[in-house]
Nanobody, 125 residues
Framework: VQLQASGGGLVQRGGSLRLSCLAS????????MGWFRQAPGKEYEFVAV????????YYADFVKGRFTISRDNAKNTGYLQMNSLKPEDTAVYYC???????????????????WGQGTLVTVSS
């Protein structure tokens, strides 16, 4: 599976962006899909994850109620809708895919099998 993230850009505080993650291959629905981010000078952190069927989602506490993760398996694409953006959301956002071997839906980076190249989100104050 190859992943290509897009949709980043510059937005003002309170604005919205939708990130997309296009996957190659025919097994996209067999993979859980996660979003992670890395702010300047900081560690990577988990943002959200969705299971292969699109029914189960988990979010980091700092994005609950603001971000929504979704996917369209027919289009091999995952999404991260980001609303009410804050300057502290400024980061490079990465999508990642985890092959679903059981019912576990991981939030740990090291469990993901495939990564996209990242897309920069900048939120101005």
């Amino acid at each position: 599976v190859q992943l290509q993230a897009s949709g980043g850009g510059l937005v003002q505080r309170g604005g919205s962006l939708r990130l997309s993650c296009l996957a190659s291959g025919r097994t996209f629905s067999s993979h859980n899909m996660g979003w992670f981010r890395q702010a300047p000078g900081k560690e990577y952190e988990f943002v959200a994850v969705i299971d292969g069927g699109g029914a189960i989602t988990y979010y980091a506490d700092f994005v609950k109620g603001r971000f929504t993760i979704s996917r369209d398996n027919a289009k091999n694409t995952g999404y991260l809708q980001m609303n009410s953006l804050k300057p502290e959301d400024t980061a490079v956002y990465y999508c990642a895919a985890h092959y679903s071997r059981d019912y576990y839906i991981p939030r740990q980076m090291n469990l993901y099998d495939y990564w996209g190249q990242g897309t920069l989100v900048t939120v101005s104050s």
